[in-house]
């Protein structure tokens, strides 16, 4: 986490067979997003899940206002590869952000999974309305000293 962005990067992986107790393995991360003015978010994440025999998992990512509204919610738990890059504007306010993955392979099940996600979101400012309107305003007397 930092002032131009947030990424997180982690992989899971779990593996039992017949007569072992379940095997599983997680990996978390809950913050809250606050941003002072409205902004552009840049996201991009990128999953992998290998899966043998009876293993499974998977991973996701929510992003919600402090009211609960859900923003983004991503949920993946099949066995492949798969990224997105994607825009959206937030306003300035507090977010919840949740990413999560998992492996797991069942008590008295034989097999294996492996989890990776990679989140990276980056942010920059939008400019609030009338403000390039303003800038001009201010740059033209400007201009036109310089030109007498």
Not at 5 to 25: H, I, K, N, W, Y
Not at 47 to 59: M, R
């Amino acid at each position: 986490l930092s002032t131009s962005g947030l990424s997180f990067e982690s992989d899971t992986s779990a593996s039992g067979g017949v007569f072992d107790g379940a095997r599983s393995g997680q990996s978390i991360l809950g913050t809250t997003l606050t941003l002072s003015t409205d902004a552009a978010i840049d996201l991009h994440w990128s999953y992998l899940l290998t899966l043998d025999g009876a293993g499974f998992g998977g991973a996701g990512l929510r992003i919600t206002d402090m009211d609960g509204s859900s923003l983004i919610d991503i949920d993946l738990d099949f066995a492949g590869e798969m990224s997105s890059t994607s825009e959206l504007e937030l306003v300035s306010g507090s977010y919840m952000v949740e990413m999560y993955l998992d492996a797991e392979v069942a008590s008295g099940s034989a097999g294996s999974a492996y989890t990776e996600f990679a989140v990276s979101m980056t942010y920059s400012s939008i400019p609030a309305p009338g403000t390039l309107a303003l800038l001009g305003t201010l740059l033209l007397p400007m201009m036109y000293r310089r030109r007498s």
